[in-house]
T-cell receptor
Framework: DAKTTQPPSMDCAEGRAANLPCNHS???????VYWYRQIHSQGPQYIIH???NNETNEMASLIITEDRKSSTLILPHATLRDTAVYYC???????????????FGRGTSLIVHP | GAGVSQSPSNKVTEKGKDVELRCDPI?????LYWYRQSLGQGLEFLIY????????KSGLPSDRFSAERTGGSVSTLTIQRTQQEDSAVYLC???????????FGSGTRLTVV
């Protein structure tokens, strides 16, 4: 079972910020929050990850609550090309000899409309 | 190559036939995963390879499914006696040994007729 909970769908107007929530109330201390997205007919694409501090890159920002039980992915200026399924997963670091299997839930289907 | 390469991109096979799906991970990535995704569904974990350790096969749905990884690089997922319910997109992902995101291939779309 997925360790995260996301709304099944959301929509956003083009040019506006898209805020995608994720609950991960059972996250453990060494687990990171990762976000991926999957555009139709393609493999999932890595977006961003974080441990406890907020993170920003060229694609998005990630806001993690202080208790780390939830996070929000922010696409600051959504475009039509951002229409995709967004997956939030939690994962511990892979180290030599270690193992972890990321579990993907159903994700959030984001539709960006004109 | 720069990314994870999967072949073939599409495969149509008759029910009962065996199929082999190939994944060529990013060079240096020690972890390799196979997932499958049925139409409109999320990703279902199948099998995981990490370096020279024994693979985690806990996600394989039946004994018709098997996978191997030769030389810690290329992996082959084999489905024997295919059934219609095996129709799905089979995705491969790889990851370096330390903390980074997983890189997925574009998948193999398998259709069993």
């Amino acid at each position: 079972d997925a360790k995260t909970t996301q709304p099944p769908s959301m929509d956003c107007a083009e040019g506006r910020a898209a805020n995608l929530p994720c609950n991960h109330s059972t996250i453990s201390g060494n687990e990171y929050v990762y976000w991926y997205r999957q555009i139709h007919s393609q493999g999932p694409q890595y977006i961003i990850h974080g441990l406890k501090n907020n993170e920003t890159n060229e694609m998005a920002s990630l806001i993690i609550t202080e208790d780390r039980k939830s996070s929000t992915l922010i696409l600051p200026h959504a475009t039509l090309r951002d229409t995709a399924v967004y997956y939030c997963i939690v994962s511990s670091p892979l180290t030599s000899g270690g193992s972890y299997i990321p579990t993907f839930g159903r994700g959030t289907s984001l539709i960006v409309h004109p | 190559g720069a990314g994870v390469s999967q072949s073939p991109s599409n495969k149509v096979t008759e029910k009962g036939k065996d199929v082999e799906l190939r994944c060529d991970p990013i060079s240096g990535h020690t972890a390799l995963y196979w997932y499958r995704q049925s139409l409109g569904q999320g990703l279902e974990f199948l099998i995981y390879f990490q370096g020279n350790s024994a693979p985690d096969k806990s996600g394989l749905p039946s004994d018709r499914f098997s996978a191997e990884r030769t030389g810690g690089s290329v992996s082959t997922l084999t489905i024997q006696r295919t059934q219609q319910e095996d129709s799905a997109v089979y995705l491969c992902a790889s990851s370096p040994p330390l903390l980074y995101g997983y890189t997925f291939g574009s998948g193999t779309r398998l259709t069993v007729v």
